[in-house]
């Protein structure tokens, strides 16, 4: 099925296509033009219950075929969307925006997942212990918990899922996915990529929708893990929300990622490496740089750098050639970030480079907003203190590693933060001082490979566990601890005191 020419999207229950039974739809459009391009069914009560009784009919024959099996369809998946990445990446730009190259990389990051999860049956192994007493042996097993449900942002439509739901099915658990439906249709492409790697019907649904559907999947009866990435109030109230209902949750949130440029540092490419975290995919990673942090005499060179390559950024339609930034998601998303660039420039910040209603040949329809950089903001001011999600950069000067250190900690975010040196010393001593969860030396966006975990620190995540890595194994898994005796003689006296193993 060509989903590209559909006119209203179906959603993907029990391995195929399945029209939608709600009567409401909402538009997704191209960013890069503003065309409404498809509309998208937000699911309602019927649609949700048909979507997770597919996954719960599948869960009993896919928690008992072996892990190695499983992972044996993860094998062939991986292979397909390496072969299948363009197409992806294409589907990725027409509804989000961000250039062919940046989608074709998320769908590789996804993909590091889906070779992680390969590994499962090792990633499973258990503890054992021999003759913990006499004719008495122990042992632990990690256990696949059931329908598990995926609930995942705009931003990114192909990776977030994959660092979700491979590692859900490797486990033994079924999947039920509710995309953004700013950015549905690569999720009901991957459905189709799946069943052709050979993952049986059920196993992973797709259930587009907004904060109804979600609701309706928060208390679901026969749903028993949710993963959640998106905003931070939505994140906190998943969590509340999902946790009152009895599921396990983990939700991730929005983030402020700071770049600390100590004086020492080589300006050239610390600025290079801003310029690409901070305006990459407009600003719209929850590990994009926004909050740029000069020590000490760095500030001015910094600024003069980023200047320059901020007014080199080539903006425009993510699927041209050349073009390194593209548009914003939404009209709104962009009238929001203009705002807030106003309310920067009135709370007294320096306007260096202003993006506002950039020209586009061709994209007057667009929702674009070019490179935008601030310098001397205040940690009081509203640009530093709310997450943008677009391309603005503020750069904050403070007079010491320590005061930096300080900044980053006292922030509500707690994502990512990176330092730029030449100093070891001081290097380690930021990654040691500093409070978030993942953490860059001379490194902008450092998020962890796929065999590491990712997650932030406060607002920026919500529970207990990480996402992918062994904590992604550990949050959709539950242990089980076996003792079994099987005595010579059959003949146990029954025991009316605590035992005492010997
Ligand atoms: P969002 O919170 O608006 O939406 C995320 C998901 O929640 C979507 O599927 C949406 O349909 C649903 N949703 C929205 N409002 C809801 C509500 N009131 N009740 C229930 N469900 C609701 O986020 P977004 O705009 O799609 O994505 C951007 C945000 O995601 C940014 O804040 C960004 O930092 C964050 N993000 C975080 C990470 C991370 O790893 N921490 C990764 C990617 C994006």
Request: aromatic share 6%.
């Amino acid at each position: 099925m060509d989903l590209t020419t559909l006119e209203r999207l179906p959603m993907w229950i029990g391995g195929r296509p399945h029209a939608a039974a709600t009567t409401r739809y909402g538009e997704v459009t191209n960013p890069a033009t503003g065309e409404v391009v498809r509309h998208v069914p937000l699911a309602d009560g019927a649609d949700v219950d048909a979507a997770v009784a597919a996954a719960r009919a599948a869960f009993a024959g896919w928690s008992a075929t072996p892990a190695l099996r499983r992972a044996r369809v993860l094998m062939r998946f991986r292979d397909l969307l390496e072969r299948h990445a363009g197409e992806l990446a294409k589907i990725v730009t027409q509804e989000h925006g961000k250039t062919l190259a940046d989608a074709r990389g998320s769908i590789m990051r996804g993909m590091e997942v889906v070779e992680f999860a390969t590994g499962i049956p090792h990633l499973l192994k258990g503890e054992h212990n021999d003759s913990v007493g006499t004719d008495v042996d122990s042992w632990s097993l990690r256990a696949p918990l059931g329908v598990c449900v995926g609930i995942t942002p705009f931003n990114f439509p192909a990776m977030v899922p994959m660092w979700m739901f491979p590692v859900a099915i490797a486990c033994g658990n079924t999947f039920v996915l509710k995309p953004s439906e700013r950015d549905p249709t690569l999720a009901l492409r991957l459905g189709e990529v799946l069943k052709e790697a050979g993952l049986p019907d059920g196993v992973f649904n797709v259930v587009h929708g907004d904060k109804e559907a979600v609701d309706l999947l928060l208390a679901h009866p026969d749903v028993r893990a949710v993963s959640f990435v998106g905003s931070t109030p939505v994140a906190k109230y998943i969590y509340e929300t999902a946790a009152r209902h009895g599921k396990r949750v983990q939700a991730l949130g929005g983030a402020k990622n700071h770049a600390v440029v100590m004086p020492d540092a080589d300006l050239d490419y610390a600025a290079d490496a801003i310029i690409g975290a901070g305006y990459g995919s407009a600003g719209e990673r929850c590990m994009a740089i926004s909050a740029v942090v000069a020590v000490g005499d760095a500030g001015d060179a910094l600024v003069a750098k980023l200047a320059g390559r901020a007014r080199r950024v080539a903006t425009g339609p993510g699927d041209a050639a050349g073009i390194e930034m593209g548009p914003v998601i939404t009209a709104s998303a962009r009238d929001r970030i203009d705002g807030l660039i106003g309310r920067g420039e009135t709370e007294g910040a320096a306007l260096v480079v202003d993006g506002r209603r950039p020209a586009i040949a061709g994209c007057a329809g667009g929702f674009f907003v070019g490179p935008t950089l601030f310098d001397r903001v205040e940690a009081t001011a509203t640009i530093y203190r709310e997450e943008i999600f677009g391309p603005v950069l503020a750069v904050l000067r403070v007079p010491s590693l320590a005061d930096a250190i300080a900044m980053i900690n006292a922030n509500p975010y707690a994502n990512g933060a990176a330092i730029f040196t030449r100093s070891g010393h001081a290097a380690r001593r930021f990654e040691r001082e500093v409070e978030v969860g993942m953490t860059g030396i001379n490194v902008p966006i450092p998020v962890p490979m796929a065999f590491y975990s990712f997650g932030g620190w406060r607002n920026s995540l919500f529970g207990d566990l990480n996402v992918h890595g062994t904590d992604g194994v550990r949050f959709y898994t539950r242990l089980k601890t076996v003792t079994s005796r099987w005595p010579d003689d059959g003949s146990a006296a029954p025991g009316f005191h605590m035992p005492v193993l010997g």
